[in-house]
């Protein structure tokens, strides 16, 4: 009696873990073995295959390295990641920066410093936003962003970095539409050109149009008019047109009381 209710309890137990005789393994997925950066031919080292629980199955996975051998990434992956068709370039598609843009986009460099390029803060896969400082047509300056949430591709020659380690690089690839391209290549030649690093998920579109010198002078005199001499002005506007005028001492009497001195019988 003892064995057969030992033995009944492990059937029990085994079963409620999932590892009965009626289980079944999982579906097999191929995920990354190690880092890939992004625009890399995944070799067979970078591959292994997991069972994995039914329920759960990635959309658009693969059961065979072999499937994915030599496929381009089109975006980093990290150890343990399935690899999926939406991260892989077509299959004729060779290695490089190329396999990384998304249809329709392309890729364009801009010459940057340390404080254009926000810093070395403005890595691979971040957003920012440019602006072009120049002069108009009646020679006054002026400072306008000219391009909002524009995806960085690449600094420098790396398509990957440490966000905990920035790098100053002298040159920075961005991710445009051609029409983006044009007005890029267009604000370069026309004046200096700063990158604005923003939150990769603030998708709001921006509606500004542009600072001039004079917009700078009119917050300037603002200022100047909320100060504290300006607000007594303001609050007393005749005096501050009619400033008190120093009383002259008549030629006439004097009057004294006590140590008190009056001008015309006033004290």
Avoid: C
């Avoid at 990290?78 to 986009?105: C, F, M, Q, Y």
């Avoid at 539409?177 to 604000?187: K, N, V, W």
């Amino acid at each position: 009696m003892a064995l057969l209710i030992g033995a009944v309890a492990v059937f029990l137990v085994a079963r409620w873990v999932g590892v009965g005789g009626s289980t079944k393994a999982g579906p097999r997925v191929v995920v990354a073995a190690s880092m890939v950066d992004a625009g890399l031919p995944l070799a067979a080292n970078n591959l292994r295959v997991l069972s994995w629980p039914s329920q759960t199955a990635p959309q658009g996975g693969f059961d065979s390295p072999e499937k994915v051998i030599g496929r381009v990434t089109r975006q980093p992956l990290v150890p343990g990641e399935p690899i999926l068709e939406s991260r892989l370039a077509p299959i004729d598609v060779k290695g490089g920066l190329s396999a990384t843009l998304e249809n329709g986009k392309r890729a364009i460099t801009v010459r940057v410093n340390d404080v254009i390029g926000v810093a070395g803060f403005a890595l691979p896969g971040s957003y920012v936003d440019v602006l072009v400082s120049a002069h108009d047509a009646r020679n006054e300056p002026f400072s306008k962003i000219v391009l909002d949430r524009v995806k960085v591709l690449a600094v420098a020659q790396e398509t990957a970095a440490d966000p905990a380690k920035p790098k100053v690089v002298n040159a920075v690839t961005l991710e445009l539409t051609p029409a983006e391209s044009e007005r890029l290549d267009l604000a370069r030649s026309v004046g200096s050109l700063s990158l604005a690093l923003r939150n990769e998920l603030d998708r709001a579109q921006l509606t500004s149009v542009g600072t001039r010198l004079e917009d700078l002078m009119h917050e300037v005199a603002r200022s100047a008019n909320t100060s504290p001499d300006a607000s007594a002005s303001k609050s007393n506007p005749v005096a501050a047109r009619n400033p008190p005028a120093t009383r002259q001492a008549p030629s006439g009497v004097e009057e004294y009381r006590g140590i008190q001195r009056g001008i015309g019988g006033e004290l």
